[in-house]
């Protein structure tokens, strides 16, 4: 497609369990980044990916959260033993280049519930 | 603390006003930029300010960037009821490559 995607949409579980959530960036999007959105607040940064190099993960609120981006494409956000805290959207976007003031593409995030 | 702190938090017009949304901050960003988030879907970005004191009209929006690079603001001239959405300003902040989004600004425009 031609915009950024995620799935799944909605996700439902159990306290302790663990989710993963995957994101597919805008093809040549070299900068993927992760977000974490309570209720009608703002973006919690959560990981960042640019090319090849390191992530930056200054965002990530716990080991819990993990993330991995495979072949410069397609990145999955891991949460392991889920917390009712966790419960949240989780917005990914892309971007052409990470640095300056290039627009930030986002998926339509998904909707994550710990019972 | 929130790096971008806006303010409002929350605005209910009705159609036809004037609003303005702020966005502060005691950093100084070297791009400052405005979203619109609807429900259900993600931020779509509606504009990007570079340069301090930098003003730049879209239709009915004027968004304005601080002559110090630490603030901006919104202004919508005659809210229509589709203008009903989440603001979000973001931005680069100078001194690395942290990128921040605001707390956010919930406008509800009423026919």
């Known amino acids: 497609g031609a915009g950024v995607s995620q799935s799944p949409s909605n996700k439902v579980t159990e306290k302790g369990k663990d989710v993963e959530l995957r994101c597919d960036p805008i093809s040549g999007h070299t900068a993927l980044y992760w977000y974490r959105q309570s209720l009608g607040q703002g973006l919690e940064f959560l990981i960042y990916?640019?090319?090849?190099?390191?992530?930056?993960k200054s965002g990530l609120p716990s080991d819990r959260f993990s993330a991995e981006r495979t072949g410069g494409s397609v990145s999955t956000l891991t949460i392991q033993r889920t917390q009712q805290e966790d419960s949240a959207v989780y917005l990914c976007a892309s971007s052409f280049i990470g640095y300056g003031s290039n627009e930030q593409f986002f998926g339509p995030g998904t909707r994550l519930t710990v019972l | 603390t929130q790096l971008l702190e806006q303010s409002p938090q929350f605005l209910s017009i009705q159609e036809g006003e004037n609003l303005t949304v702020y966005c502060n901050s005691s950093?100084?960003?070297?791009?400052l930029q405005w979203y619109r988030q609807e429900p259900g879907e993600g931020p779509v970005l509606l504009v990007t300010v570079v340069t301090g004191g930098e003003v730049k009209k879209l239709k009915r929006l004027t968004f304005q960037f601080g002559d110090a690079r630490k603030d901006s603001s919104l202004h919508i001239t005659a809210a229509q009821p589709g203008d009903t959405g989440l603001y979000l300003c973001?931005?680069?902040?100078?001194?690395?490559?942290?990128?921040?989004f605001g707390t956010g600004t919930s406008l509800t425009v009423i026919p």
């Open positions: 990916f640019q090319g090849n190099s390191a992530p930056d």
């Open positions: 973001a931005g680069w902040v100078n001194t690395g490559n942290q990128f921040y």
């Open positions: 950093s100084v960003f070297s791009s």
